[in-house]
């Protein structure tokens, strides 16, 4: 299975557009990569090619990594199917990109598509340009397939994980099981493992479990602390609040990731406040001895 990060940033990317807290000054004085919004583009052969999210960059992401441009005739896609982990604005803008395809397939849960529905109108517009089947992603490992049905080589299974409804929705859907899920993959051929989870709002036992089976891990890196929007003094939101788990302090996601047995562990959907970003920040320094990596964009690896 091959692995290409095309976008590590959280909403906004990095540097965000409008701020210019001490993390984006780093990115524009070159202390930092620049990075764009969350997306991965999966693949079993290097042909047929799945995608963690469909960015509001997308598009110059595409054109950043050669194989999902189109080849061999006039019009064309290697992009096989988009697997949705919510529906937050960050992770499915770039479907609406996508809209010039004669087929898209997304795999979303029943709980995602109905928010898509109600916040945003995206699959009565999506129907308007061109075919897109929506596919409910199984509990169990089972064949991701192309979107001519055939398998890919690749097992996939969604896993539900504490998270809350897109921010457009506040007031009018309550959090429920599905309205955020990660994603297990298994390659047939090699038996590479892996997960992505780049929107987390808790560990549990049901989620570590899973990603104790892994290979390869890549997990929320959103905030490193709890009141880190108002220590920057860019906003009045936990991180609680927004529905992420911070990776800093006794109870974040570093000290219980150190612990998996995963020889991969990459830090993903990183916002623009977050210091790990910073290459010289001793919370970058932290992330690093305990054995995790903070995520670049065009980071490819196999398994």
Not at 84 to 110: C, M, Q, V, Y
Not at 123 to 139: G, N, Q, T
Not at 182 to 187: C, H, L, P, Q, W
Not at 267 to 276: D, E, L
Request: proline share 7%.
């Amino acid at each position: 299975m091959r692995v290409h990060l095309l976008g590590t940033a959280a909403g906004g990317g990095f540097p965000q557009w409008n701020c210019n807290c001490a993390t984006c000054r780093g990115a524009r004085a070159m202390r930092a990569r620049p990075r764009s919004q969350s997306c991965v583009a999966l693949s079993a052969d290097g042909r047929s090619w799945f995608l963690l999210n469909a960015s509001p960059d997308l598009r110059a992401q595409i054109e950043s990594f050669a194989p999902l441009r189109p080849a061999g005739s006039v019009r064309g896609t290697a992009v096989e199917g988009v697997l949705l982990t919510n529906a937050d604005l960050d992770h499915t803008l770039g479907l609406f990109l996508l809209r010039e395809g004669e087929h898209l397939a997304i795999h979303a849960t029943r709980e995602v598509r109905r928010a898509l529905a109600q916040g945003v109108a995206l699959p009565a517009v999506l129907a308007s340009y061109c075919r897109a089947d929506w596919i409910e992603p199984p509990a169990e490992l089972a064949p991701l397939c192309r979107r001519d049905g055939t398998p890919s080589g690749l097992l996939y299974a969604a896993l539900s994980v504490p998270g809350k409804p897109p921010r457009y929705l506040d007031g009018r859907a309550a959090p429920s099981a599905g309205a955020s899920v990660g994603y297990r993959m298994v390659d047939e051929a090699t038996g590479g493992r892996l997960a992505l989870l780049p929107d987390v709002a808790a560990l549990d036992e049901a989620v570590l479990a899973a990603l104790r089976d892994c290979d390869a891990v890549l997990f929320d890196g959103t905030f490193w602390s709890q009141d880190e929007m108002r220590s920057m003094g860019v906003g009045t939101a936990s991180a609680a609040d927004m529905g992420h788990l911070p990776v800093g302090g006794p109870d974040g996601s570093l000290a219980r990731l150190a612990d998996l047995p995963a020889g991969l562990k990459i830090y993903i959907h990183i916002n623009n406040t977050n210091p790990i970003l910073l290459d010289e920040s001793p919370e970058r320094r932290a992330v690093e001895a305990a054995g995790v990596a903070v995520g670049y964009d065009g980071w490819d690896f196999s398994l």
